[in-house]
């Protein structure tokens, strides 16, 4: 409510009174032109950086500012950017990402691998779930599965916010359809926030926040912004 933000050594509002709620199962896109303000909202949604005015409610309290606040909210969350990292490890390792070797539950990390159907792809590997990703410093994935293992990271580790930022752009029509086929068939109490610059792509969200000038211009669905929001149109 009320929430504003400027970056250090400067004036300028980064984001000026944003006014946003969100509900559990929601799909939610955030769209708007370079430098209109989304990304620094969706930092601030994730807790990477406290707002300068203004009150953020979450479910696990008021986001004060205070670091125990936003570490019980960042450990509901999952974040899925363009290009996932990939860890020198194994698919296992990369899966539980940030889990020790010892402490790793292979039957989650096979049903995370299941619901992002990535399981028939790992099983061409001839140590399977024990294969090592890098190869000569690459990822022997393709941009569409490690997408998929990124979702797989936030699921294994019972995500019920995931953030995504981009995630199908750099990649092909059939491999963007998948991911697209993948963030709908998602349970439909996780809420997925997705910035996205291809408007053709998210006709099928819940909602979505047009960004103009650091500021939230309009909140609506996707036929209503097409038929109303000048903004949202180009």
Not at 70 to 78: F, M, P, V, Y
């Amino acid at each position: 409510k009320n929430v504003s933000f400027s970056y250090p050594n400067t004036k300028k509002l980064a984001l000026k009174k944003i006014n946003f709620e969100a509900y559990e199962g929601e799909t939610i896109a955030i769209v708007g032109r370079s430098g209109s303000g989304k990304s620094t909202f969706m930092d601030i949604l994730m807790g990477l950086i406290t707002q300068k005015d203004g009150i953020i409610n979450f479910n696990t309290g008021l986001s004060d500012g205070s670091k125990d606040i936003r570490r019980k909210w960042q450990d509901e969350i999952s974040f899925v950017p363009q290009r996932v990292f990939i860890i020198e490890d194994t698919v296992a390792s990369n899966i539980a990402f940030g889990i020790p070797k010892s402490e790793i539950d292979y039957k989650k990390v096979k049903w995370a691998a299941d619901k992002v159907n990535l399981t028939s792809r790992i099983m061409e590997f001839p140590n399977k779930f024990d294969e090592f990703l890098l190869r000569n410093e690459k990822s022997i994935l393709s941009g569409g599965e490690s997408q998929k293992l990124g979702i797989a990271r936030g699921l294994y580790k019972n995500r019920k916010i995931l953030f995504f930022d981009e995630i199908a752009s750099s990649l092909d029509q059939t491999s963007e359809n998948e991911i697209i086929a993948l963030i709908k068939s998602l349970d439909k109490k996780t809420t997925k926030f997705i910035i996205s610059h291809n408007l053709n792509k998210i006709d099928y969200v819940d909602k979505i926040v047009v960004f103009n000038n650091n500021t939230i211009e309009a909140i609506d669905t996707y036929e209503n912004l097409m038929n109303n929001n000048k903004t949202f149109k180009k």
